[in-house]
């Protein structure tokens, strides 16, 4: 017993009675380091193919980075920027001439637009993102601020455009003559008559009743009350601010038009559907260069005789129904998507087609096509370009002016990186507030 005592007595000193203190980790485990032990170098393979890729990335910077920053700010043509080139770095190559970007910026944003009136679509600008911020951001802006978003597309033509203001006025009192009489004809004769009827009064009242009703008010309106800005022709609209106008009134059109059709081709009504299908599939199998042709040079043949109907009028709407026919195939591929259930369980509640349609299904369609919708935006909004090609003086158009210019005849690559990198922001922005979008909505919480 004595020696089992001592044998526990010996085993018993060795168990610890305090705490060790904490430890910092290993320094090559933890911060950028640990990270990059773990990500960048956590094999043999992944070893070389990183520093194959930083000696790649350090190739492309050797050249990129000379280039912007070793380029020349202040000369008044190409010619005096090589000059400075060869003085300073002597007949090394590689740098660049900004001297175009700060000579012909404001002519790239704003075109031939009148430079007393930049201040126009500078505010119609800012005012865009006041009118977007509770339709994109609806969890922390005010609601009360969606009646500002409903008079913005009537108050931007009239900052841009000029003239009196009673025209956005009449264009406005349309909708709103369609709403009314959808909504007691809807009650009357029924949800689609009632829709069909809103429609048409809309149409007339802006065909028929418009014109004379807003040059009346235009005409009697007191000259001390400025309801009045000076107008300034398409011709003069170019640069940046063309490819963003066209852009925004594409994108924010598309959008419901593209959910109406995509309706409209899954509904059991033969004509409706015959229609949706045919303007779908006729639309996408007809290159977007090939309608701003049709809307430049014959869409007047079709007009009444001396019908001025604007160029870049003309262009906003193909683009706008090149744009719906994309987007009611993504949306349909979210309504595809959904579960018969959820069609079920809107019936099961006593809903009718469109507030099932409003409340359960469209929402849960739109969260599903939200990677298929922006990008659809994004090649909107890059392929405002084209219409360099019919005539209007987008960023590109100007471009070829001024290389036409015999001071800046030759630079190519300067004017390119500009117009590129005004480009990604606006696409980079878009692509970013999708995953942000994502991440709001999502809930399997995975």
């Known amino acids: 017993m004595s020696n089992s005592h001592s044998e526990q007595s010996r085993a018993a000193a060795f168990v610890r009675t305090e705490m060790l203190p904490e430890l910092a980790p290993p320094i090559t485990s933890v911060g950028i380091i640990g990270w990059a032990r773990a990500n960048l170098f956590s ?12 000696g790649f990335i350090w190739y ?42 700060r000579e012909r910026w404001l002519q790239l944003l704003f075109g031939f637009y009148p430079p007393e009136s930049y201040w126009r679509p500078i505010l119609a600008l800012g005012l865009l993102f006041v009118a977007l911020a509770p339709v994109l951001f609806s969890d922390r802006v005010s609601s009360r601020l969606l009646i500002f978003s409903a008079m913005y597309p009537f108050l931007m ?21 369609g709403y009314f009489v959808n909504r007691f004809a809807g009650e009357a004769l029924g949800s689609l008559a009632g829709f069909i009827l809103g429609i048409v009064s809309a149409i007339l009242w802006w065909l028929f009743v418009m ?9 009697g309106t007191p000259e001390f009350f400025p309801l009045w800005i000076e107008p300034v022709e398409s011709r003069a609209f170019g640069g940046f601010m063309l490819s963003i106008l066209i852009g925004v009134v594409a994108i924010g059109c598309s959008l419901p038009i593209g959910i109406l059709l995509a309706l409209g081709r899954q509904s059991d009504l033969l004509i409706v559907k015959s229609i949706c299908v045919g303007f779908i599939e006729f639309i996408r199998g007809v290159p977007l260069i090939t309608l701003l042709f049709v809307a430049s040079t014959l869409l007047n043949i079709f007009m009444p005789p001396g019908t001025n ?82 005539g209007l003086l987008d960023p590109l158009g100007l471009s070829t002016a001024i290389r036409a210019d015999a001071a800046w005849n030759g630079i190519y690559w300067e004017l390119f990186a500009f117009i590129a990198f005004l480009f990604f922001v606006c696409c980079f922005s878009m692509s970013r507030y999708s995953m942000y979008l994502e991440r709001r909505l999502q809930t399997d919480h995975r």
């Not at 094999?43 to 930083?54: A, H, R, S, Y």
């Open 60 to 101: 492309v910077l050797s050249g990129v980075l000379p280039w912007v920053f070793q380029s020349v700010w202040n000369a008044g043509s190409l010619s005096e920027c090589r000059e400075i080139m060869t003085a300073t770095w002597g007949e090394t190559h590689g740098h660049a001439c900004w001297s175009v970007i």
């Open 43 to 54: 094999g043999p393979i992944n070893t070389i193919v990183t520093l194959i890729c930083l």
């Open 157 to 177: 033509p009239w900052l841009l455009w000029g003239g009196p203001i009673w025209s956005p006025v009449g264009a406005a009192a349309g909708f709103v003559i």
């Open 211 to 219: 014109g004379p009703v807003t040059g009346l008010l235009a005409s």
């Open 309 to 390: 109907f604007d160029i870049i009028l003309r262009v906003m709407i193909m683009v706008t129904l090149f744009a719906s026919a994309y987007m009611a195939e993504v949306i349909r591929g979210g309504l595809a998507a959904l579960p018969r259930g959820q069609y079920e369980g809107a019936d099961s509640l006593g809903l009718d087609y469109w507030q099932s349609q409003r409340l359960i299904i469209m929402p849960q369609a739109l969260k599903i096509s939200i990677p298929g919708i922006v990008s659809t935006f994004i090649g909107v909004f890059k392929d405002t370009t084209l219409v360099s090609i019919i």
